[in-house]
Each structure stands twice: as structure tokens, then as C-alpha cells.
């Protein structure tokens, strides 16, 4: 009757997987810590105000380029700074084994990932200050309602613009498990619009799979890491996770409460840019050269409010997982796709209880596979009585 135990899994984490999130949680407290102090640095020194001006001497005294400019400085100063981290992550991937990534083709999307970063913060920066010098009073309120636009207009672009840019996609091939795929779709509700192969083993040997975009772009991707190695039913098992985050609406409830959040950020923003013009740092609220202080405000916010976000992720997570059990035949495949993410990306499965309550978007696979196991159990104990 009671074969509890031979169904725990085997959740310890071996001395290897503990090792390797240990260091990658190290590097990006580092990362994270440099890219503030630069931030304090440059206001405390003054710097900001030196860049500005060569910004301006260089723009021809022209204020948009030279706000151009400032944010290239910024940036690449930036860049440069966390270069050594982005260089160690990178190898680290490869001393776990868990990528083959080349060091060249390495090279070739960090270029890629900074000028897209560029462009794409060139555009807030230059809406940004825009803004402020149009509207002083009341930019806070008409940016934020901007920015919320261009950020619904970023989630539906992204899978056909931006993603392309670092890995190649292509239609599913696999007609059965493409009918399959279809059929779980129709049953959460939703015309499943494409499934892409995600050629994601030139980068990386982890697996993953995603719902992305939004409207005609929505669309599911699964990675060949994923593909090649799961069996039909293991896939099954992860597609019903991310059509359970469709029924839910997370992608929308999600963008509510960044829109919630991010009011917030730009009223603060402006009572710290009006506190910083009152106290002589700055002489205007469109001196650019405040720019550091708006992304310190926008750092320490969201770290404040980063368990709190983690916390709402996991509990979509757990929706998005109880939503797979129920549209499932059994959830022994998703035991076992769960056991095997683990082990292909070399999660923990038991991260220690605060790293999961500050750091973890997603609970714990022990968590998720002791789940599946308890909705198992009331299931049979249901039908049996
Ligand atoms: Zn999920």
C-alpha cells in the first residue's frame, strides 16, 4: 500500500550542481554590486557632470546627441567594468559542461547583445529626457504611460525581432508531436499559433522551453536540447506547464503588476530628481547628467521589491504545474521531465530557504516533484472511494 518511499525522489544535490549555483550566485552578487558602485561613483565623484560635458563638446553642444552620447560612455564604461564577469560566466558554463559555446561565437553575442542594448536604452533615454524637458511638471506620468506602450509593443516584437538576432528558429518538423502539441493547446483553450525548434545547443546544453510573445506573436518555443532528448509524453508534460501560464493570464496579470510597479518607480524617480535639483546637485531636472541617479533609484527599488516579485513568480509557477497535472494523462512524465531538467541544467533541486525566497523565480524541483506526487495520491484515493 504504502509505497511513499520508494516514490521520494532522489532530491539531494550532488556536491557538483550545489558548487556550480553557488558560483553563479556569487557572480552575479559581484556583477550586481560592481555595476551599483559605478553608479555611486559617479555621482559622488562628480564624473557624471565631467561626461556630460565632453558629451556636449562632442555633440556640438546639440542636446539629443549629446544625450546619445553620454549613454554610449556610460555603457561601454559599464560594459567594460563587467566584461571580466561576463568572460568568467561564460567559462564557467563550459567548466560544468554545460555548454560548447565557442569562444568567438561567445564574442559575437556579447557585440550583438550591447548594441541591442544600446539602441534599446537609447530610445527610453532620448523618450526619457524628452519628456522632462517638455513636460516638467507631469513627465513622470505621461512617460510611464508611454513607456507601458513601448513595453507591450517590446513583448509582442520580441520572438520576431529580437530573439532571431542571437538563435536560429524554425518550424516544428515532428508531425505527430506537432498534432499532439496542437491538441493540448485546443484543451487549454488556445489556437496554438506556431511551436518553433530553438536551436539552442550551439549555445548552451541546458534545456528550456517558453510561451512567448503576445497576440499574433504568441507562440511556443521548445528548445532541440529539450526535443532531441525528451520522450513525446515528457514534452507533453512541459507544453501543458506553459499552457497552463495561458490559462492563468500570467502574461497579462504580469504586465499589471509592472505597471503598477513601475507608476511607482517614475513617482519616486521624480520626488529624487526634484530633491537632487533642490539640493544643488543638479541644476535641472533635464541635466542628463542625473542619469545615474535615476538608474540607482531604479536599482534599489527593484531590489527591494525583488522577493516580493519572486514570491508572486513562484506561485504562477505552481498554478502553471497544477494546471499540467490535471491536463495530463498521469504525471509520471512530468516527474520525470522535472528529474531530468534537473539534472541536464544542474539545478538544485533543494536550493536552502532563503536563497530560494530572495533569488528563486521558480520553487524547487524537490517541491514541484513532491507535488505532482501528493496531487497523484489524492487523485487514486479519490477514485478509489
Ligand atoms: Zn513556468
Redesign the pocket.
Known sequence: MMALAESLPTSHDSPEARRYNRIHRRLSVADFVVGALFLVVLLRTGWSGWLRDLALRRGFQNYTLAVFLYLFFLLFIAKILGLGFDYYGFRLERRFQLSNQRFRSWLWDETKGFLVGLVMAAIVVELLYYMIRQFPQNWWLITWALFMGLFILLAQLAPVLLLPIFYKFEPLENEDLRRRLVLLGERAGTRVRGVYRWKLSEKSKKANAALTGLGNTRRIILADTLLDNYAPEEIEAVLA??LG?HVHKHIFKSILVQAGITLIGFCVANLVLHYAVDHHMFEELSDFANLPLLALTATVLSLLLMPALNAYSRF??RQ?DRYAFESIANVEPFISSMNKLAQQNLAEREPAKWIELLFHS?PGIASRVAAAEEWSRLQNAAAHS
Do not use: D, P, S, V
Open positions: 506547464h506553459e501560464h504562477h509557477e502553471a521558480h
